[in-house]
């Protein structure tokens, strides 16, 4: 309190130092209009008034003596004494405006604005403040309805910044609060997977070869991040169109996401299906329809589900015409092999009659697009191999990537008891004719890639 009183008197005895060094002293004795301060001296016997602004100076007090002179030490000092004073209270205030207290007192358009800002604090601190506001109840009904209203048309401007704590707060909203209608869950839910998915297919597909297909789930983020409030649940199931061939939406795939969740679900048309499609060589049309059922949480209460239509386009080459060329690099064997470092086999026993087997690839910069068939060679002296599954990579690809398959409990028992196993990567035409992007796959000739005595584990 005292120095909140020694700031105040300081403060004001330096705005009075300057006012007073401003208007300055009178110098000399030489008559002077008070009013505009011209100088008098010279004014003819007759006149009775100042020859710049017309005043009477022949009344009481209308004639002052001498010059006014500004004091310059004076307004130094008086601001001086100013800027301490200000200089400490500023120094309070902007350790005020830093702290989370101060969002206490915020209105909710400040926060909102502080939301939409670019410090990633400062948007953390408001969301954090409007989540706290909401779970308090201290946000009345026609509040709640008109922040609710801004995220929904801040999620549909697709030039606005887009923030997935606002995704969390609106989720929060409708959550703790019960107030969103079905129809703003589904505006909202629609933005969300809208702005995130999207159909893909390989773009030139060889007459008679599989054509891949997949939905991915990325790109920017509609929607809520999950975090500390939890999300919603998406599940997605879809029924697919080529020609006369259909997918019904009970036998397409299903998979779900929440949050800022990124993935895919691929899926290939086979050429027993591509052929009942009775498509022609040229730009043909993929339709999809996927389904959305969105819920509290996975396997929570359902909000709101819609249908979303969707389209890719795709070349058919005629039958002699590749869609994959073979190219042929020997000197890149070594550094493809450096690049693709299998973590171990992995055999899951589940009982007597049925087993499963998993591998998992590091794989960083591929120096050139591959494409393989992975068999397991056993290290007796038999040397059986067994084809294991396939997987492509374009180039410059750095993942970790999982194969795996069910495994006939013989041969589990065999690499079991051997404790290590063999495996070779032979080029394969088919699985980059099966990838969605592959237009080229490296290969040695006839020589696979041999990466050998690699771990086998188990787990029950």
């Given at each position: 309190?005292?120095?909140?009183?020694?700031?105040?008197?300081?403060?004001?005895?330096?705005?009075?130092?300057?006012?007073?060094?401003?208007?300055?002293?009178?110098?000399?004795?030489?008559?002077?209009?008070?009013?505009?301060?011209?100088?008098?001296?010279?004014?003819?016997?007759?006149?009775?008034?100042?020859?710049?602004?017309?005043?009477?100076?022949?009344?009481?007090?209308?004639?002052?003596?001498?010059?006014?002179?500004?004091?310059?030490?004076?307004?130094?000092?008086?601001?001086?004494?100013?800027?301490?004073?200000?200089?400490?209270?500023?120094?309070?205030?902007?350790?005020?405006?830093?702290?989370?207290?101060?969002?206490?007192?915020?209105?909710?358009?400040?926060?909102?604005?502080?939301?939409?800002?670019?410090?990633?604090?400062?948007?953390?601190?408001?969301?954090?403040?409007?989540?706290?506001?909401?779970?308090?109840?201290?946000?009345?009904?026609?509040?709640?309805?008109?922040?609710?209203?801004?995220?929904?048309?801040?999620?549909?401007?697709?030039?606005?910044?887009?923030?997935?704590?606002?995704?969390?707060?609106?989720?929060?909203?409708?959550?703790?609060?019960?107030?969103?209608?079905?129809?703003?869950?589904?505006?909202?839910?629609?933005?969300?997977?809208?702005?995130?998915?999207?159909?893909?297919?390989?773009?030139?597909?060889?007459?008679?070869?599989?054509?891949?297909?997949?939905?991915?789930?990325?790109?920017?983020?509609?929607?809520?991040?999950?975090?500390?409030?939890?999300?919603?649940?998406?599940?997605l199931t879809y029924a697919a169109e080529l020609g006369d061939f259909r997918i019904g939406r009970d036998n397409g795939s299903r998979f779900g996401f929440s949050g800022s969740t990124s993935g895919s679900?691929?899926?290939?048309?086979e050429a027993e299906d591509v052929a009942r499609a009775h498509l022609r060589d040229g730009p043909n049309t993929l339709r999809c329809v996927v389904h959305a059922l969105v819920s509290y949480d996975q396997?929570?209460?359902?909000?709101?589900?819609?249908?979303?239509?969707?389209?890719?386009?795709?070349?058919?080459?005629?039958?002699?015409?590749?869609?994959?060329?073979?190219?042929?690099?020997?000197?890149?064997?070594?550094?493809?092999?450096?690049?693709?470092?299998?973590?171990?086999?992995?055999?899951?026993?589940?009982?007597?009659?049925?087993?499963?087997?998993?591998?998992?690839?590091?794989?960083?910069?591929?120096?050139?697009?591959?494409?393989?068939?992975?068999?397991?060679?056993?290290?007796?002296?038999?040397?059986?191999?067994?084809?294991?599954?396939?997987?492509?990579?374009?180039?410059?690809?750095?993942?970790?990537?999982?194969?795996?398959?069910?495994?006939?409990?013989?041969?589990?028992?065999?690499?079991?008891?051997?404790?290590?196993?063999?495996?070779?990567?032979?080029?394969?035409?088919?699985?980059?004719?099966?990838?969605?992007?592959?237009?080229?796959?490296?290969?040695?000739?006839?020589?696979?890639?041999?990466?050998?005595?690699?771990?086998?584990?188990?787990?029950?």
């Open positions: 309190m005292l120095l909140v009183l020694f700031l105040a008197m300081l403060l004001t005895l330096g705005v009075a130092m300057v006012a007073q060094g401003w208007r300055g002293r009178r110098v000399g004795d030489e008559p002077h209009c008070k009013r505009c301060g011209f100088n008098l001296v010279g004014m003819p016997a007759d006149s009775a008034r100042c020859s710049e602004c017309g005043t009477d100076v022949t009344g009481p007090n209308a004639v002052v003596r001498g010059e006014r002179h500004r004091r310059p030490g004076l307004i130094v000092a008086g601001a001086a004494a100013v800027l301490i004073p200000l200089a400490i209270i500023g120094t309070g205030v902007g350790a005020m405006l830093g702290s989370h207290r101060l969002n206490e007192l915020k209105p909710l358009w400040w926060l909102k604005l502080d939301a939409g800002r670019s410090s990633a604090s400062a948007r953390l601190a408001a969301f954090r403040e409007m989540q706290n506001r909401v779970s308090n109840g201290a946000l009345d009904g026609p509040a709640l309805a008109a922040l609710v209203e801004s995220i929904l048309a801040r999620q549909a401007d697709a030039s606005a910044t887009w923030d997935t704590g606002w995704g969390d707060l609106l989720e929060s909203i409708g959550k703790r609060t019960n107030t969103l209608s079905e129809q703003q869950w589904t505006t909202y839910a629609q933005n969300a997977v809208k702005n995130a998915i999207a159909l893909r297919v390989r773009p030139r597909v060889r007459r008679g070869d599989p054509v891949p297909c997949e939905l991915r789930v990325g790109g920017p983020s509609w929607r809520g991040g999950g975090g500390s409030f939890g999300g919603l649940w998406i599940d679900s691929g899926n290939t048309i396997g929570g209460r359902a909000v709101t589900e819609f249908d979303i239509p969707l389209t890719a386009t795709f070349a058919q080459l005629p039958a002699g015409e590749p869609s994959v060329i073979e190219a042929q690099e020997p000197n890149q064997l070594l550094a493809i092999r450096d690049a693709l470092r299998p973590q171990g086999v992995q055999v899951h026993k589940r009982d007597e009659h049925w087993t499963s087997l998993e591998i998992q690839f590091d794989v960083k910069n591929i120096p050139v697009p591959v494409a393989f068939d992975v068999f397991l060679r056993e290290r007796d002296a038999g040397k059986r191999e067994t084809k294991f599954s396939s997987f492509a990579f374009p180039a410059g690809a750095t993942t970790r990537y999982g194969l795996g398959t069910s495994l006939k409990p013989d041969l589990a028992d065999a690499l079991l008891n051997a404790g290590a196993v063999d495996l070779v990567l032979k080029p394969s035409g088919t699985a980059a004719a099966r990838s969605m992007t592959l237009t080229e796959y490296w290969s040695a000739g006839d020589e696979p890639i041999v990466i050998e005595n690699v771990p086998v584990t188990t787990q029950k």
